[in-house]
T-cell receptor, first 117, second 115 residues
Framework: AQKITQTQPGMFVQEKEAVTLDCTYDTSDPSYGLFWYKQPSSGEMIFLIYQGSYDQQNATEGRYSLNFQKARKSANLVISASQLGDSAMYFCAMREVEMDSSYKLIFGSGTRLLVRP | GAGVSQSPSNKVTEKGKDVELRCDPISGHTALYWYRQSLGQGLEFLIYFQGNSAPDKSGLPSDRFSAERTGGSVSTLTIQRTQQEDSAVYLC?????????????FGPGTRLLVL
């Protein structure tokens, strides 16, 4: 079974509007971390935001926020006030803390976001 | 400070040849990871180093793939007898692993094309 599912292969958003990128995950580990990375066309992976499974509040970093719904096992990324430079691939990833001592990241297949002027 | 660096940035090789990919992690980072990204896909874990040892090699796809890390720093991923299906972007990441909130920082990747 897929551990990280991103159901939107591609998304469009108008500049200055908000957009939500979906991510659901599957784990039996009680302790885990969820990450979002941005990959522009240049190829580098840029860390955006982190949410721990025990965190009480949703994570926020500037224009990025994570809508964490633990019972639904979802960790959607919300980008507010989209900018042209936000056009990129976005990957959701998970790390299982107690069941995996290597702390390796498990990635979803990504969502390609295109911001329209 | 300097981020993760990888070399070469691009590599074109012929089927059957061996290739070496290098990763220079962020100074002081004890954990180092190799991932592979095939065209249009997400990242796939290959191997994890803690210091110079590799406690998790579970993602290496075949015995043609090997990796080492020396001095707790630079790592080399070697692919022997390359095949066309090895064509991908190979990404290296490092982290300090000093707490549970550990962010992996990625290098720019090596784009490998096997003809």
């Amino acid at each position: 079974a897929q551990k990280i599912t991103q159901t939107q292969p591609g998304m469009f958003v108008q500049e200055k509007e908000a957009v939500t990128l979906d991510c659901t995950y599957d784990t039996s580990d009680p302790s885990y971390g969820l990450f979002w990375y941005k990959q522009p066309s240049s190829g580098e992976m840029i860390f955006l935001i982190y949410q721990g499974s025990y965190d009480q509040q949703n994570a926020t970093e500037g224009r990025y926020s994570l809508n964490f719904q633990k019972a639904r096992k979802s960790a959607n990324l919300v980008i507010s006030a989209s900018q042209l430079g936000d056009s990129a691939m976005y990957f959701c990833a998970m790390r299982e803390v107690e069941m995996d001592s290597s702390y390796k990241l498990i990635f979803g297949s990504g969502t390609r976001l295109l911001v329209r002027p | 400070g300097a981020g993760v660096s990888q070399s070469p940035s691009n590599k074109v090789t012929e089927k059957g040849k061996d290739v070496e990919l290098r990763c220079d992690p962020i100074s002081g980072h004890t954990a180092l990871y190799w991932y592979r990204q095939s065209l249009g896909q997400g990242l796939e874990f290959l191997i994890y180093f803690q210091g110079n040892s590799a406690p998790d090699k579970s993602g290496l796809p075949s015995d043609r793939f090997s990796a080492e890390r020396t001095g707790g720093s630079v790592s080399t991923l070697t692919i022997q007898r390359t095949q066309q299906e090895d064509s991908a972007v190979y990404l290296c990441a490092s982290s300090s692993q000093t707490s549970r909130v550990e962010t992996q920082y990625f290098g720019p990747g090596t784009r490998l094309l096997v003809l």
